[in-house]
């Protein structure tokens, strides 16, 4: 069993920062792409920023010049250094990420619970 677990979200001033975590456990193998996405209410969840295994990232236009994606492989773990936020940036925020588990061939992607963002002006 996968799981994924975020954590550092919470209230903060417009102009302010946060920094979520996503840690993943369980019978892992290897983990390919790791993500974050963002829903706000009545809205399409959407990419907030994405790494690959080899570190490469991608980024959202909103997200672009003030956050950044990193990961921390020996932890099975990835992060969103959020800066400059805005009550825009407000929603519930979603790691997801692209697992081989243990005795599984091929790779499967995994979401957490999601934690919350919001952003007062």
């Known amino acids: 069993q996968v799981q994924l677990v975020e954590s550092g979200g919470g209230l903060v001033q417009a102009g302010g920062s946060l920094r979520l975590s996503c840690a993943a456990s369980g019978s892992i193998f290897s983990i390919n792409d790791m993500g974050w996405y963002r829903q706000a209410p009545g809205k399409q969840r959407e990419l907030v920023a994405s790494?690959?295994?080899?570190?490469?990232?991608n980024y959202a236009d909103s997200a672009k010049g003030r956050f950044t994606i990193s990961r921390d492989n020996a932890k099975n773990t990835v992060y969103l250094q959020m800066d400059r936020l805005n009550p825009e940036d407000t929603a519930v925020y979603y790691c997801?990420?692209?697992?081989?588990?243990?005795?599984?061939?091929?790779?499967?992607?995994?979401w957490g619970q999601g934690t919350q963002v919001t952003v007062s002006s």
């Open positions: 997801k990420a692209r697992i081989n588990p243990i005795a599984f061939v091929a790779s499967y992607e995994y």
């Open positions: 790494i690959g295994s080899d570190g490469r990232t």
